[in-house]
Nanobody, 119 residues
Framework: QVQLVESGGGLVQAGGSLRLSCAAS????????MTWYRQAPGKQRELVAV???????NYGDSVKGRFTISRDNAKNTVYLQMNSLKPEDTAVYYC?????????????WGQGTQVTVSS
């Protein structure tokens, strides 16, 4: 019923920047929190950043001051601007959205996008 599609990943040198996007589509009444997670090989998935429907944000300690999360509610899209990238930022990045579809709240996930930072 709800699909999330991420884009913007790729290969970048340390110190560079990337911007990820995640667009939600389908039967959407409203979207509450939108969140970016990441998972590096052999590690647990970790929260990168979250943004509420009202625009309040929180970040993981490892990305504070370097990454910025934002959203366009009219487009049902969340963005992650990543600056000053480090090799340890290499991971698959997933977006998650808490979507209200009529009377049901669904936690929906994207398929992930690879970010690789070379040293």
């Amino acid at each position: 019923q709800v699909q999330l599609v991420e884009s913007g990943g790729g290969l970048v040198q340390a110190g560079g920047s990337l911007r990820l996007s995640c667009a939600a589509s389908g039967r959407i009444f409203s979207i509450n929190d939108m969140t970016w997670y990441r998972q590096a090989p052999g590690k647990q998935r970790e929260l990168v950043a979250v943004i509420s429907s009202g625009g309040s944000t929180n970040y993981g300690d490892s990305v504070k001051g370097r990454f910025t999360i934002s959203r366009d509610n009219a487009k049902n899209t969340v963005y992650l601007q990543m600056n000053s990238l480090k090799p340890e930022d290499t991971a698959v990045y997933y977006c998650n959205a808490d979507v209200q579809t009529g009377y049901i709240l669904i936690s929906s996930w994207g398929q992930g996008t690879q970010v690789t930072v070379s040293s």
